[in-house]
C-alpha cells in the first residue's frame, strides 16, 4: 500500500510540464463607435484535436463584417472581426460554443462609457448574458473562482505550497505559513494593478521557480535549525511576495472589471486562498495516512519528494532561463 502511496504521490508531483499556464480561451469583444465592435480571441491549443477554426458566438443582434482574420502560433490560434451590432447589446448573449475542447473562457465585454465586465464561461455554461453593468455578486462569484482554479491549475504555485507543507508538516504552523504567503502575494498583487510597482514576466517566472527548488533541498537537507525551518511564515512571506508577480501576470491576460476592481482583487485572493487550504488539507491528511500504514516510511517519502520536486522546479528554472 504504502509504494503505491509513494507511485501515487511522485506521478502528481511530475505530471505537470508548463506551470503558471492560466491559458483559458480568451474573448475580447469591445465597442470602438455607435454600433460598431470589435471581436478578438486566443484559444490556447493542447491537442491536434483542437477546432482551430472555432470562433465565439455573438449576439443576435450583430453581425460579422468583411473577413474574419486568423492567425496560427505554436501553442494557440488568434483571431479578429469588425462587427456591427443593430440596438443594444446588453440583454443578448455571447459566448464560446466550442466546449469542451477547453476548461474554460474568459469573456470580456467593454462598452463605450461603460464598465468592463467579465464572464467565466465553462463547458456547463458556455454563454453569458451581457449585461446592463456588472454587477457586484458576479464580480465576486467570477473572480472567486478564477483564484481556487489558478492556485489548483497553476502548477509552480500549487508545487510551492505542496512544498511548504511537506516541510514544516504540522497544521497550524502549515496554515499561518499559508496564510503569511497570501497577504504577501497579495500586497504585491495589488501593487502591480494599481501601477506602483512591477518586473519582468520572464525574470519573475524563473525566480519562481528558483523558490521551488530553494524548498526542494531545505526538504532533502533535513536540517532542523535552518531559518525555512525555524520561521517557515517568515520566508513563505518573503517568496509570496515574489509569487504575487505571476498572480498579477495571469490577472492581466484576464482582465479587471472597471469600478469593481477592489472587489475582484479580494475576491481573486480569497479563492487563492481557498484552493490554497485544499491543497494543505490534503497534503497533511496524506501524511497523516502514510504515518498510520507505515510510520516508519515517511521519511524515505518525504525525501522521494523533494527529488520530485526539486526536478520539477530545477526543470523550470533551466526551460525560464535558457527556453
Known sequence: MIRWLAALWLLALSAPVHADEMRPVAIQFEQVGEGEWRLGWRQPIASAADDRMAMPQIPANCRIEGEVERQMAPLAAYGAADVTCTGEVAGQTIGWPAFPGHGEAILRVSPLGRALQV?????????????????????????????????????????????????????????????????????????????????????????????????????????????????PWLVAFAFGLLHGFGFAGALREIGLPEGEVPAALVSFNLGVEAGQLLVIAAVLALLRLVDRLRPRARPRLVRLSAYGVGIMGSYWLIDRLFG
Open 119 to 231: 464572464h467565466r464561461l465553462t463547458p456547463e455554461t458556455p454563454f453569458a448574458t451581457i449585461a446592463e453593468r456588472p454587477s457586484a455578486a458576479q464580480v465576486w462569484r467570477s473572480y472567486f473562482v478564477i483564484g481556487v482554479e489558478h492556485i489548483l491549475a497553476g502548477w509552480d504555485h500549487l508545487l510551492f505550497v505542496i512544498a511548504l507543507v511537506i516541510l514544516v508538516a504540522r497544521p497550524w504552523p502549515v496554515v499561518k505559513a499559508a496564510t503569511a504567503f497570501t497577504i504577501a502575494h497579495s500586497i504585491t498583487l495589488a501593487a502591480v494593478t494599481l501601477g506602483f510597482s512591477g518586473i519582468r514576466q520572464d525574470v519573475v517566472e524563473a525566480l519562481i521557480a528558483l523558490s521551488i527548488v530553494f524548498l526542494a533541498v531545505e526538504i532533502a537537507r533535513g536540517r532542523r535549525d535552518t531559518l525555512t525551518r525555524r520561521l
